[in-house]
C-alpha cells in the first residue's frame, strides 16, 4: 500500500498539504436537534401535566424559557382531567401558550375523538391539540388497555382534522415511533403529524428512520430520569420532579409565533 500511494504521489504530484486532507477521517454527521438542545438558552421549554402534578405559577413564571402548556384533557371516552379549564384559564392569563392532549386507550377511537373535542370546546382555535399514545399493538407496552392499532390512531386523527381543519400533533414514545417507522414507513398521513417524542436521556443516537425526520416537540425529562435528591436534566421552577418537560426545535421567538400553526 506504502509503494502504491508513493509512486501516485511522484506521478501527480499532489502537496503534501492535500494528502493530509485526504487523509482526515470522514464521520457520519449528527443531528444537534438530539443533543441536549435545552442547553440552549434560545431554545423554549415546554411542561405537560395533568392533574396530579403541582404547579407553583408565580414560581414558575420565573423561568423566562417556560413558554407553553400541554395539559391532559380526556382519556378514553370516561376520564376528563378535573383541572384542566381552571389551569386553562390560569395559564392564558398568565401569558402561556396552551395546548391539551387525549389519551387514547383501546377501543372506539371516533368517539374518543369526539369526546376529546365536546371537552375541550370549540373556541380553541389559537391552542395546540394533541394525541397521546402510549402502546401500539407490536411495540413493548404490557398494559392492554393501552394497545392501539394504527387505524385506531388515524381514525382519531383524521376526525380532529375534519372537524378543526387542524391535525393533532402525536406524542409517541421511542417503541412506538419504531414500530410504526418499521410497519409504515413514508405513511402519507403519519408523515403530516408533528411528532412529539418521548426519550428520557441527553441525547438521541438511534432515533427510528421510516415516518419522521426528527422531532417538533421532545419530552426529555420525567420522574423516570428526574428524582428528588437527583440532578435532572432540567428543573422547570415551581414543579416538582415528576413534572414532564419538553423542548421545541425552535427557538423561543419562533414557538411563539408558530403555536397556533402547528398542526395545520
Not at 94 to 106: D, E, F, V
Not at 162 to 173: C, E, L, Q, S, V
Request: some cysteine; glycine content about 4%; hydrophobic content about 35%.
Amino acid at each position: 500500500m506504502k509503494m502504491i500511494l508513493k509512486s501516485f504521489l511522484l506521478e501527480s504530484k499532489i502537496s503534501f498539504a492535500l494528502l493530509l486532507f485526504l487523509a482526515i477521517p470522514v464521520f457520519p454527521q449528527t443531528n444537534d436537534n438530539f443533543n441536549s438542545p435545552w442547553t440552549n438558552e434560545k431554545t423554549p421549554i415546554i411542561i405537560d401535566a395533568f392533574y396530579k402534578n403541582s404547579i407553583d405559577w408565580d414560581e414558575m413564571k420565573k423561568d423566562e424559557r417556560v413558554v407553553a402548556i400541554l395539559h391532559k384533557a380526556t382519556e378514553g371516552v370516561d376520564f376528563t382531567d378535573p383541572e384542566y379549564q381552571n389551569r386553562r384559564t390560569i395559564a392564558k392569563q398568565k401569558g402561556y401558550k396552551w395546548g391539551s392532549y387525549h389519551l387514547l386507550r383501546k377501543g372506539d377511537a371516533l368517539e374518543q375523538a369526539k369526546y376529546y373535542l365536546k371537552n375541550i370546546g370549540k373556541n380553541n382555535k389559537d391552542e395546540i391539540m394533541a394525541l397521546d399514545v402510549e402502546c401500539t399493538i407490536n411495540s413493548q407496552c404490557n398494559v392492554p388497555k393501552y394497545k392501539v392499532s394504527a387505524e385506531e390512531i388515524k381514525t382519531f386523527l383524521k376526525y380532529i382534522k375534519k372537524k378543526t381543519g387542524r391535525y393533532p400533533i402525536f406524542y409517541a414514545n421511542n417503541s412506538v415511533v419504531k414500530d410504526l417507522s418499521e410497519n409504515y414507513p413514508n405513511d402519507e398521513l403519519l408523515s403530516k403529524i408533528p411528532l412529539w417524542y418521548a426519550r428520557f436521556k441527553k441525547e438521541v443516537t438511534d432515533f427510528p428512520s421510516g415516518i419522521w425526520n426528527t422531532y417538533t416537540f421532545w419530552q426529555f425529562s420525567s420522574e423516570i430520569n428526574c428524582k428528588d435528591g437527583e440532578e435532572c436534566l432540567y428543573r422547570v421552577r415551581g414543579t416538582l420532579s415528576d413534572m414532564d418537560v419538553n423542548v421545541y426545535n425552535g427557538t423561543i421567538k419562533d414557538l411563539r409565533a408558530n403555536w397556533q400553526n402547528i398542526g395545520k
